[in-house]
């Protein structure tokens, strides 16, 4: 991590630590940036997701949600696994993180991805799962979904082979936070990008008005990190 991503972690941690918030997912991934993908567009307007073929998969992949501002709506078949026209580097792959825009995760996609430990789905749609998906893949392999939706996985005719591995996620949704009252409060994130990673930060605030913490005399808006001197 560069001088600058370690200035802003810095200032978030020690902003962040004076309000009140649910909780705080700080994730750094190396994967965040198309330099690992190919994207093919589909008939109905969006973008499937590929890993590029013979460059190294890192261990944590996010699939982007957009693409050439279109969504990306499908996990391609053997995504991330190799198949006959493709070699896939997919052995240090340990988390996939999915967004809620995603639809559908096609036949074999992670197959024989031998260290994943972890997928996490957002959204309240249940994507269709193809054959195969998790073949190959660690028995300690759980699956992450929102809390209101396990039940609703374990019961999916596609998902239920997998039902012993879902489970609630440890985070809000990035797209809702319910505080006390039921209300959606603040969420805010932060996107940097570097030259080595792209650092995605996603606060999740309990009962406050706006975005911005008090420390001490100052007050910083965590919206805004242009006064950190790069």
Known sequence: MNDFSSKLMRLIEDNISKGKYVQKNIEVSAATGDQYFVFQLRSDGGYSIFAKADVEMPKEIEIPSQFSNK??????????????????????IESVTIPESIMNISDEAM??????????IFGNRVPTLGKNVFLNTPKELAIYVPVGMVDVYKNDPSWSAYRDKIQ???VPSPEETPNQEGLV?????????????????????????NSTVVNDDENYDVKNFDDIDQ
């Open 168 to 170: 609630a996620i440890d």
């Open 71 to 92: 969504p990306v709506v499908s996990i391609g078949k053997n995504a991330f696994s190799n198949s006959e026209n493709r070699v896939i580097k997919n052995q240090k």
């Open 185 to 209: 409060n603040t969420v805010v994130t932060t996107v940097v990008d570097s030259k080595d990673v792209s650092i995605s930060y996603n606060f999740y605030f309990l009962n406050i008005t």
């Open 111 to 120: 197959k024989d991805c031998i260290r994943l430990l972890k997928v996490i």
